[in-house]
C-alpha cells in the first residue's frame, strides 16, 4: 500500500496476557518509529529503527517492552506481562533518511490497546 | 531540558477568520520544526517543517508557519479558517539524544474548532 499500515487496529487483552503490535511502514523508508499515546497526550516516544537496529530504544518504558524489526521493514513491537496502564493508541511512523531529523514522519492509523 | 509548549489547550475561531495556534520551544542548537495535525479518528498528518532558509514556511492546506528565533516560536496560521481546519494541532521539534540520534520532542497538542 502506499501508506503506512498497522495491524491490528484494535486489541483487547487482559491483564498479564502477550501482545504483539505490527507496523508495515512506506517502501523504501529506512527509519520507522513506535510511540504511544495516551487520550488528550502528544505521542509518546517508544524506539527508533534504522534499518534492522534500534538507534534509540531510550523511550521503551520497562523490560516488558521490546520492538523487532529483523529485515529492515516490518517492525513488531511486544508487550509481555501487559498492565491496565499499557492501554492507549500505539501509533507507528517511518522516514526517509538516516535520522538526521529533519524528513517528515508519516504515521500509521495506530493499534488501539485495551488491558483488562 | 529541550521541550516544546503549546499554551493553548483548545482554539475557537469563526468559519472565514484567521486563525492561529501558538508553539514555543526550548532546545540547544538550530532547531528543525514540525507541525503535525490530527483528524477525528485519524493518524497524525505532516502539514509543514521548517530546517532552515525563509522564516516562513507554507504547508498543506493552506496553512502556513512562521519561525521567530528571538522569540524561539513557530506559530501555525491560516488566513481563512474552514470548519473543516477543525481538529488536534501538533507541534514538534527535532532534538539530537545523547547518541547523536534525532527524535521528536511533541507538544500536548491544540484542540481546533471552526464554528460555521
Known amino acids: 500500500g502506499a501508506g503506512v499500515s498497522q495491524t491490528p487496529s484494535n486489541k483487547v487483552t487482559e491483564k498479564g496476557k502477550y501482545v504483539e503490535l505490527r507496523c508495515d511502514p512506506i517502501?523504501?523508508?529506512?527509519?520507522l518509529y513506535w510511540y504511544r499515546q495516551s487520550l488528550g497526550q502528544g505521542p509518546e516516544f517508544l524506539i527508533y529503527f534504522q534499518g534492522t537496529g534500534a538507534a534509540d530504544d531510550s523511550g521503551l518504558p520497562n523490560d516488558r517492552f521490546f520492538a523487532v524489526r529483523p529485515e529492515g521493514s516490518v517492525s513488531t513491537l511486544k508487550i509481555q506481562r501487559t498492565e491496565r496502564g499499557d492501554s492507549a493508541m500505539y501509533l507507528c511512523a517511518s522516514s526517509l533518511g538516516l535520522g538526521l531529523g529533519y524528513n517528515e514522519q508519516f504515521f500509521g492509523p495506530g493499534t488501539r490497546l485495551t488491558v483488562l | 531540558a529541550q521541550s516544546v509548549a503549546q499554551p493553548e489547550d483548545q482554539v475557537n475561531v469563526a468559519e472565514g477568520n484567521p486563525l492561529t495556534v501558538k508553539c514555543t520551544y526550548s532546545?540547544?542548537?538550530?532547531?528543525?520544526l514540525f507541525w503535525y495535525v490530527q483528524y477525528p479518528n485519524r493518524g497524525l498528518q505532516f502539514l509543514l517543517k521548517y530546517i532552515t532558509g525563509d522564516n516562513l514556511v507554507k504547508g498543506s492546506y493552506g496553512f502556513e508557519a512562521e519561525f521567530n528565533k528571538s522569540q524561539t516560536s513557530f506559530h501555525l496560521k491560516k488566513p481563512s479558517a474552514l470548519v473543516s481546519d477543525s481538529a488536534l494541532y501538533f507541534c514538534?521539534?527535532?532534538?539530537?539524544?545523547?547518541?547523536?540520534?534525532?527524535?521528536?520532542?511533541w507538544g500536548l497538542g491544540t484542540s481546533l474548532a471552526v464554528n460555521p
Open positions: 532546545v540547544s542548537g538550530n532547531p528543525y
Open positions: 517502501s523504501g523508508h529506512t527509519a
Open positions: 514538534a521539534v527535532s532534538v539530537t539524544n545523547a547518541g547523536n540520534n534525532r527524535k521528536l520532542i
